[in-house]
């Protein structure tokens, strides 16, 4: 069973950082791209940023130059640092990674999110 635990969410003034991490655990064989998502309160969830096993990495334009995203794939874990936050940066934020498994080709898999409060 493969699970997927964000972790690094919280209350935090306009301005100020975050550092999200998914820790991916459980029987499988490798992961693929991995991703963060966001889903604000009565909005459709959303694309934040993705990153390839690689290294390369895309984002959305609402957070180019203040998110970066990466991974350490020997960890199973990827991070998400978030810095001049802004209220319209509060929603649940959700980790995302296309992962086989010894009995099925790759699937996406998603992590049951964590909140990100930003104070005005």
């Known amino acids: 069973q493969v699970q997927l635990v964000e972790s690094g969410g919280g209350l935090v003034q306009a301005g100020g950082s975050l550092r999200l991490s998914c820790a991916a655990s459980?029987?499988?064989?490798?992961?693929?791209?991995m991703g963060w998502y966001r889903q604000a309160p009565g909005e459709q969830r959303e694309l934040v940023a993705t990153?390839?096993?690689?290294?390369?990495?895309n984002y959305a334009d609402s957070v180019k130059g203040r998110f970066t995203i990466s991974r350490d794939n020997a960890k199973n874990t990827m991070y998400l640092q978030m810095n001049s936050l802004k209220p319209e940066d509060t929603a649940v934020y959700y980790c995302?990674?296309?992962?086989?498994?010894?009995?099925?080709?790759?699937?996406?898999?998603w992590g049951k999110g964590t909140l990100v409060t930003v104070s005005s």
């Open positions: 995302n990674a296309l992962i086989s498994i010894l009995t099925a080709p790759y699937r996406h898999y």
């Open positions: 459980g029987s499988f064989l490798s992961i693929s791209d």
């Open positions: 990153i390839t096993s690689g290294g390369s990495t």
